[in-house]
């Protein structure tokens, strides 16, 4: 099968697919064979992140989905808002932050215990389709990158 992105948890490398293969293969890293596989996205999975015990996926369909890493490996919540494909997401404290080509990002608060994860700010100051983010190690900052050559710094408010 063919990987775009990776991310590992817990002895588990769980690979992103392509639009042919639109589902997450999890990898066993004591025999690295494929143990089993997520299914509920319908077109190319642009990144993978992990918080916690969940593995989070953002693809071209303009949603991100949250899995469970244990057990059945489903499906926990499906994040929607963004108008077009997501491309990047940063995990930035028990926060995550999304960019797509709709030129926004959108802050998503993360609660233990809870898979009601909400959308608690929009950033709309790109000029165009955001292409990369990265957070600074004391989370306190994020810059992000668009298609016009653009790149923000957003500061946590205090």
């Known amino acids: 099968f063919w990987a775009q992105c990776l991310a590992a948890h817990e002895g588990m490398v769980y690979c992103g697919g392509s639009r042919l293969d639109p589902t997450i293969k999890v990898i066993d890293t004591a025999t690295w064979t494929v143990v089993g596989q997520m299914e509920g996205h319908t077109n190319c999975i642009r990144q993978l ?18 899995w469970r890493t244990g057990g ?45 994860w909400e959308c608690e700010r929009v950033l709309d100051d790109h000029a165009s389709g955001v292409t990369a983010m990265v957070c600074t190690k004391d989370a306190r900052r994020l810059l992000s990158c668009d298609d016009a050559k653009q790149m923000l710094v957003w500061e946590e408010r205090g």
Do not use: Y
């Open 49 to 66: 992140a992990v918080w916690e015990d969940k593995v989070i996926s953002c693809r071209s369909d303009k949603t991100i989905k949250v």
């Open 72 to 116: 059945d490996r489903a499906c926990e919540q499906t994040l929607r808002g963004h108008t077009e494909p997501v491309r990047r997401m940063a995990v930035v404290g028990n926060k995550l932050v999304t960019g797509s080509f709709d030129k926004t990002l959108r802050v998503w608060g993360m609660r233990r215990g809870s898979v009601a």
